[in-house]
């Protein structure tokens, strides 16, 4: 189960996401503050965090920064700062994606689902093996017990197949 941490101090809003991001399958860490944050991603360690700025204790970003010192779990800021330098400053810390409030939970969901595919480590050897055949899609080659298939090639785009520009 993916494990994220919510980080912010609104607790209706905490509690929100922490209701949204459960009936969508994940375990959630809520944090209203920068202590229970840290030790939250300490005690288990997040896939994913979510993080507002505008805490009570300590701005977001710190919590940014600490998290990336020893995480490499994708960070999306949610914040209420609309300014460029927070946002620049937030991706400079370590962010991997910004969203502003108010925010679509819709919205919210697809940027967390897209930071998570792009966190999640491709197959070293990316093989498909059966009792017939094996794909190797990084050499794109199909073998069977009795040698290689040939494959065509990939079809041609744009322009068609043996006709040239300006004819």
């Not at 375990?27 to 300490?42: E, I, V």
């Amino acid at each position: 189960m993916t494990r994220i941490l919510i980080v912010d101090d609104d607790p209706h809003l905490l509690r929100a996401l922490t209701i949204a991001l459960g009936a969508r399958g994940y375990q959630t860490s809520p944090a209203p503050a920068a202590p229970t944050a840290l030790q939250a991603a300490a005690t288990t360690a997040p896939d994913l965090a979510v993080i507002d700025l505008g805490l009570p204790d300590l701005d977001g970003i710190n919590i940014v920064e600490s998290l990336r010192g020893w995480s490499t779990a994708p960070i999306i800021v949610l914040s209420a700062r609309h300014d460029e330098t927070a946002k620049i400053n937030s991706l400079d810390a370590g962010a991997d994606d910004y969203v502003t409030k108010p925010f679509g939970m819709g919205e919210l969901l697809a940027r967390i689902r897209a930071a998570l595919r792009r966190a999640t480590p491709a197959d070293e050897q990316p093989l498909i093996t059966t009792a017939a055949f094996t794909i190797d899609l990084a050499a794109k080659r199909v073998t069977t017990p009795s040698g290689e298939i040939r494959l065509p090639p990939p079809p041609r785009t744009g322009r068609r197949a043996g006709v040239r520009r300006g004819q």
